[in-house]
């Protein structure tokens, strides 16, 4: 069975601090993984990785994808409390369909 | 501006009631995806659709059914809801070839 696994499920760090998620998967047929903010509303798209070891950036935002290892990590730096958010991690097989396997999702919080 | 709609935003309902939660989108995508979400928990996709006329179970079991009659439009329908229906349910849509999902702002549905 296809399974995306986050760590840590939740963190609490000081602003300013810079902070690493973890998403580990099992899944037939990996197509790419995504990285998704949620905040109050609907989950915003941050990343999608396909290649394993380019990394994304965005601002303080970056991500990399390691094929081998079967995981990807998603880095804050210089963190703010507009941070604060549950990240998602999602997998997409190779089917037609373009449907995404979720993790649990990382809390974060940010505190001033 | 192109976005993805979904209502009610909130809804409580009694048991037994059937209920219809709606999702749009002005983007002309061809495929539109119902994801379900429990409260730190992660997200199900429950049904998809790969374009008109096209619905598709998704890995979660539901009693709910959809169906796709327009490109833009992906209603979600509870013929008789019950208590363990509540949920956030989670509309979004992706264009073929596009792996990144819009997702829209969900709707909180409570049965009691």
């Known amino acids: 069975e296809d399974k995306v696994v986050q760590s840590p499920l939740s963190l609490v760090v000081h602003e300013g601090d810079t902070v690493t998620l973890n998403c580990s998967y099992e899944?037939?047929?990996?197509?790419?993984l995504l990285w998704y903010k949620q905040e109050k509303k609907a989950p915003t798209f941050l990343f999608m990785l396909?290649?394993?070891?380019i990394e994304k950036k965005s601002g303080r935002l970056s991500s990399i994808l390691d094929k081998k290892e079967l995981s990807s990590i998603l880095n804050i730096t210089a963190t703010q409390t507009g941070d604060s958010a549950i990240y998602l991690c999602?997998?997409?097989?190779?089917?037609?369909?373009?449907?995404?396997?979720f993790g649990q999702g990382t809390r974060l919080t940010i505190n001033p | 501006e192109a976005d993805i709609y979904q209502t009610p935003r909130y809804l409580v309902i009694g048991t037994g009631k059937k209920i219809t939660l709606e999702c749009s989108q002005t983007?002309?995508?061809?495929?539109m995806y119902w994801y379900q979400q429990d409260p730190g928990m992660e997200l199900h996709l429950i049904h998809y659709?790969?374009?008109?006329?096209?619905?598709e179970k998704g890995d979660l079991s539901s009693e709910s059914t959809v169906s796709r009659i327009r490109t833009e439009h992906f209603p979600l329908t509870l013929e008789s809801a019950r208590p363990s229906h509540t949920s956030q349910y989670l509309c979004a849509s992706s264009e073929s070839g596009n792996y990144g999902y819009t997702f829209g702002s969900g709707t909180r549905l409570t049965v009691v």
């Open positions: 999602a997998v997409q097989r190779i089917q037609g369909a373009q449907k995404l396997v």
């Open positions: 396909t290649s394993s070891g």
């Open positions: 899944v037939t047929n990996f197509r790419s």
């Open positions: 983007m002309g995508h061809d495929k």
């Open positions: 659709s790969y374009g008109v006329n096209s619905t």
